[in-house]
């Protein structure tokens, strides 16, 4: 089909999508469960089959001006990959992009998605391959890759599709200007308005959420009319090569010049990221990593809009509670998931001197750490739950700080190692967490990102308050949460949140988690604070990305 059918096609999903993106209820395109009864008795061993035919082997993509080829990824779980891609020339791919870009904006916004909704149903389709390709490349259990690499990561593209094309069509292409003249005929006009993308974007992936974290990017620039070049981090190269032969047969199924999305794979070393970024074609720059490139990259990256989503110091203030056991199995789960490598984790856990009060009595700080670790090891204490929960240790830099912070004082949970029944080379590892005092400020505003947690001695509430502002607005963070039973404190963490700009949960004791956001409701990053310029998915990821230019003629 051509890009107007595929419109067709989806115009009730994308219709759908936008209406969503205004109400903020619940609302999902891709079904989260890998059930049979969902996908089918077939998807499973299909999805499974597919990903084993892929390794070992050239992966099966082109890529203009590829020079040789890179094998750099590693299973978290053991498993031998041995993929190899083609290795990029970084001018190569920005002049294919360049050539490809007049055919890809005259496709009209409309058109551009509905080859972007086909795009997503062929990766929905393909959840399985993609989740064991997740799963073996950042070391996050296969439910989990089931769901946040694929059916999340697919959601939050297709919120970013219906952001950018709520903003591309919110002008008519077409309109007519008559202007009234005294005894004569109206001045008359034809005009036209036309959305042009800013131009060659490049999305540099993370090896942690290489879908979840790239798709918004994508997928917005996309729509807004600009070429793709996708930068996988080194270590998770396979998932977003997945996506991109995906986008390139959809392309060329289409009619258009596949080159309008093209993978930039590389050697660690190469340089890539920062060729491209400060390219002067390049115009666009998503990125999530560490906030040293992430810097760098909104420092040099000068003739391009950059979206970058970096480190930060998530924060819990815990004050009081009605549900003392409520807050502590959430906690734990939110320390537990995917070992704290999630960008959202909480670190800094601040808690009143005079400790807190809670339906089960009194408790002070050093009770409170105990009883976390006592929560910690009553949800991980089964090695098959427990593997399902942590997953395992993405890289060597995630050890490093563990094994750090072990040899701190202070430590009321230490890190322990569990063993995976199914994949017996599997590191996996509990959180470790380390009692602090507020003074400790060295430790504690720097990120440790990983299975590493502090619960921190304050002076008050208040004091808490403070320090949780102070860091957030100088170092930056994704994630706050408090617990209390006044609204006194809740109304006053609410402001804190305000000042911070960051994104603040309340009293979570449920099965919601800090640690998670919802497509099409909730808002992941802020641009308010240090650890991101943009949140997903919001106006301004999408608008900085194109221009309407406009033509007019007489009637």
């Known amino acids: 089909m051509n890009p107007a059918e595929l419109f ?14 205004v109400a903020r209820d619940y609302w999902s395109a891709f079904p989260e469960s890998p059930s049979k009864s969902v996908y089918g008795a077939e998807a499973a061993p299909a999805g499974e089959r597919a990903f084993t035919a892929l390794l070992g082997k050239p992966f099966p993509v082109e890529v203009p001006g590829a020079t040789g080829t890179v094998s750099t990824e590693r299973s978290p779980y053991g498993l031998e990959l041995a993929v190899s891609y083609p290795r990029a020339d970084p001018h190569a791919l920005i002049a294919a992009a360049r050539a490809a870009t007049p055919a890809w904006r005259a496709v009209g916004p409309e058109g551009r998605a509905g080859v972007a909704a086909e795009i997503l149903r062929r990766i929905n389709a393909a959840s399985f391959e993609m989740a064991h390709a997740v799963q073996h490349t950042t070391g996050q259990a296969f439910v989990m890759a089931f769901q946040a690499g694929g059916a999340h990561a697919q959601d939050r593209g297709l919120e970013a599709v219906a952001f950018a094309l709520a903003a591309t069509t919110r002008l008519p292409s077409r309109s007519s200007w008559a202007k009234p003249q005294r005894g004569a005929d109206p001045l008359s006009l034809e005009k036209t308005a036309t959305v042009v993308g800013r131009g060659v974007s490049v999305v540099i992936g993370c090896t942690t959420f290489p879908t979840w974290n ?66 002067p074609d390049v115009r666009i720059v998503d990125f999530t990593g560490s906030s040293e490139f992430g810097d760098w990259l909104e420092v040099n990256a000068r003739q391009a809009v950059v979206y970058t989503e970096k480190a930060g110091l998530n924060t819990v203030i815990v004050d ?81 700080r563990l094994t750090e912070a072990s040899g701190a004082p202070g430590v009321v949970h230490a890190s322990a190692t569990v063993a995976d029944p199914q994949f017996p080379s599997a590191v996996v ?34 004091h808490s308050l403070r320090i949780f502002t102070e860091t957030v607005r100088a ?64 106006d301004w990821f999408v608008s900085g990305r194109f221009f309407t230019l406009q033509s007019r003629r007489h009637s």
């Not at 258009?256 to 050697?267: F, G, I, K, S």
């Not at 060295?442 to 002076?459: A, L, M, N, Q």
């Open 429 to 462: 590892r509990t959180p470790l967490v380390s009692r602090l005092d507020a003074a400790d400020e060295k430790v504690y505003t720097r990120e440790w990102f990983g299975p590493v947690s502090f619960v921190i001695t304050t002076d008050s509430t208040e």
């Open 320 to 400: 009081s509670t009605g549900d003392y056991r409520g807050l502590l199995r959430n906690l734990a789960f939110s320390l537990s998931l995917y070992s704290g490598q999630m960008c959202t984790t909480p670190q800094n856990i601040l808690v009143p001197r005079g400790g807190i009060t809670t339906d089960a009595g009194h408790r002070t700080p050093e009770q409170f750490g105990d009883d976390l670790a006592a929560a910690l090891d009553k949800l991980l204490g089964d090695p098959a739950r427990a593997a399902g929960t942590l997953g395992a240790i993405v890289n060597d830099g995630v050890l490093a």
């Open 214 to 279: 790239s798709y918004p990017g994508i997928f917005a620039s996309l729509v807004t009319g600009n070429p793709v070049i996708v930068k996988p981090h080194p270590g998770a190269v396979l998932p977003l090569a997945i996506t991109v032969r995906i986008c390139r047969e959809v392309l060329a199924e289409a009619g258009l010049n596949p080159d309008v999305v093209t993978l930039a794979a590389e050697e660690p070393g190469d340089g890539i990221a920062a060729t491209l970024a400060t390219h």
């Open 475 to 538: 170092h930056g963070a994704l994630s706050a949460l408090v617990h209390s039973t006044s609204p006194e404190v809740l109304d006053a963490a609410r402001e804190a949140a305000l000042d911070a700009g960051i994104h603040l949960s309340e009293n979570l004791t449920g099965g919601v988690f800090v640690n998670q956001t919802a497509a099409f409701s909730d808002l992941h990053g802020s641009g308010a604070n240090p650890a991101a310029t943009a949140a997903l998915t919001d």
């Open 8 to 21: 067709e096609a989806h115009r009730e999903l994308l219709t759908r999508a936008v209406e969503a993106t």
